[in-house]
């Protein structure tokens, strides 16, 4: 039996949440088009006959400003991961013309003597050798591959180059787990999936989501139905206007379709509340941070 970690890292959008997913064959981490949709570091859970991979999933890489607690949170989230992996797996966008200053800021980052595996990714939209030719002079990477988490091209060979760098051991989680999360943590972050999807522009990264409430029938089986309260909280009341809408068109919305995939994720009738909140310039505030959750 082998069990070892993989930590997944990269710049933001380069489809790392997506690989996980594809790995998994699930939709258990939240996507977007937008950057910096990943906020926190989730481990996700692997299993075959032989082997147990333990996949973390990391913010995109970027340099914030230094008034940006949350990207400074962000950051720290990555260097965290890093330490202990057994294999670090660096994803780039196929689509890469030249190297980016936050390029060489990842491989400044790499700690020595843990194998990097450099994977390409969205070969199903433009041809990977550029990227490959690029990333290969700046770093020794102990594999290489390029693969599609939408097609699945290039799954196997992903698996093939990281099962001989996992070390030997007996499994750590059970095998039923996915994801070491919690369901509160996850309807969270599919209403964030929500906000992403439906605003425009610089809003959704304004935004955080709080669970105020989470009553399953399980703990409580009066219930028949999932009981969930939740904050968007904004910056300002400009983005609080915008969240909820012309005539609470917009947080309805949200609230329907948060509703519809949280009844998918748990597979009971859920009831959710949406409020939406102001904490001003909740971003750069240390103590706001960690109400939020991000510290
Ligand atoms: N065509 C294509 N699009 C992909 C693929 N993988 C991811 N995408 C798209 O790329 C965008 C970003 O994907 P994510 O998985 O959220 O990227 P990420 O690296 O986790 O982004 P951050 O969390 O912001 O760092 C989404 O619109 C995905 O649908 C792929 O293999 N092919
Ligand atoms: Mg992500």
């Not at 710049?11 to 937008?34: V, Y």
């Amino acid at each position: 039996m082998k069990c070892g970690t993989v930590t997944i890292i990269g710049r933001p959008n380069a489809g790392k949440s997506s690989l996980i997913n594809a790995l998994l064959k699930t939709h258990a981490l939240i996507i977007s088009p937008k950057p910096q949709t990943t906020r926190n570091a989730v481990r996700c859970i692997y299993n075959d006959d032989n082997a147990q991979i333990i996949f973390t999933d990391t913010p995109g890489m970027f340099r914030p400003d230094s008034r940006d607690k949350l990207g400074l949170f962000l950051n720290d989230e990555i260097l965290d991961a890093l330490d202990g992996s057994d294999v670090i797996l660096w994803l780039v966008d196929s689509g890469t013309r030249k190297l980016h200053p936050d390029d060489l800021e990842i491989s400044g980052m790499l700690p020595k003597n843990v194998p990097v595996v450099l994977a390409v990714s969205k070969s199903d939209k433009s041809d990977p050798s550029h990227a490959l030719r690029l990333y290969s002079e700046l770093y020794p990477f102990t594999a290489k591959v390029s693969l599609s988490a939408k097609t699945r091209h290039g799954i196997d060979d992903l698996m093939a180059a990281l099962m001989p760098l996992i070390p030997e051991g007996e499994a750590v989680y059970d095998p039923d787990i996915l994801m070491d999360t919690t369901e509160k943590f996850m309807a969270a972050e599919i209403i964030r999936e929500k906000v992403l999807m439906l605003l425009r522009d610089e809003v959704p990264h304004c935004v955080a989501v709080v669970i105020d409430e989470y009553k399953s029938p399980e703990e409580y089986p009066d219930r028949k139905k999932l009981y969930i309260r939740a904050s968007l909280i904004t910056e300002t009341e400009g983005q609080k206007k915008i969240v909820i809408g012309s005539k609470g068109e917009m947080i309805k919305r949200i609230g329907e379709l948060s509703r519809k995939a949280v009844e998918e994720v748990t597979g009971i009738p859920v009831y959710l509340e949406l409020w939406a909140k102001v904490i001003p310039h909740w971003r750069r505030n240390p103590l706001s941070l960690k109400r939020l959750g991000y510290s």
